[in-house]
């Protein structure tokens, strides 16, 4: 990883935004997106007692991924018709997988549920990682693929290859490499990992003009 190219952006960022991410531009932006509205619908809807009835996790699901800004309309109406003509035994399928990635083998979770999306080509890493951050926002990170792709090119992260097909191997990896970076930045700009992959898109783009 550049570390002064890291530097830079932060620089920028707080050149752009003296006040971080309480600045009042940024504060409109956050009401728009609210993280925590989402991660409150999620932890109840996608509670583990809700498990045994897969109708309503697949519901849920849906719900979660509405309620975010940061996934596409385009995204949002294919998944709503996806679900809305899913069989027993697939919503049965789908609640197991989701189950996994919240509260089980988290590896085996991820993997399945990209293989049930991609029956409907809808494997998308939006998709995928969108619940566990709103569940765990200060731990997961959620995966938006150009916002991706820009952090490794400019910071120059080494041995990451994102592909478009979601894998759990390069999640692991992107989750390492953006920990670390989250430790060499102030401490303010990583309350929550959206906000802070944010930061560095901000950052970047700031930087490239």
Do not use: H
């Amino acid at each position: 990883m550049n570390l002064e190219k890291l530097k830079d952006v932060e620089s920028e960022f707080f050149d752009a935004y003296p006040k971080g991410f309480e600045d009042e531009k940024l504060i409109k932006i956050g009401k728009k997106f609210n993280p925590e509205k989402l991660e409150l619908f999620a932890k109840e809807s996608l509670k583990k007692e809700n498990f045994s009835n897969p109708n309503l996790i697949a519901e849920a699901y849906f719900k979660t991924i509405q309620k975010s800004a940061m996934v596409s309309l385009f995204d949002k109406l294919k998944l709503r018709d996806v679900i809305k003509a899913l069989t027993s035994y697939e919503k049965d399928m789908l609640s197991i997988e989701l189950y996994e990635l919240l509260y089980g083998n988290k590896k085996d979770g991820f993997e399945g549920l990209v293989e049930f999306l991609a029956e409907f080509g809808m494997a998308k890493w939006t998709l995928v990682t969108l619940v566990p951050y709103s569940i765990n926002r200060q731990k997961e990170y959620f995966i938006k693929p150009t916002t991706t792709k820009n952090i490794i090119k400019y910071l120059e992260i080494p041995n990451l290859i994102y592909k478009p097909r979601p894998s759990y191997e390069f999640y692991q990896q992107y989750t390492k490499a953006l920990d670390n970076i989250k430790s060499k930045v102030s401490k303010p700009l990583s309350f929550d990992n959206a906000a802070f992959t944010g930061f560095l898109k901000m950052g970047i783009e700031i930087c490239g003009e």
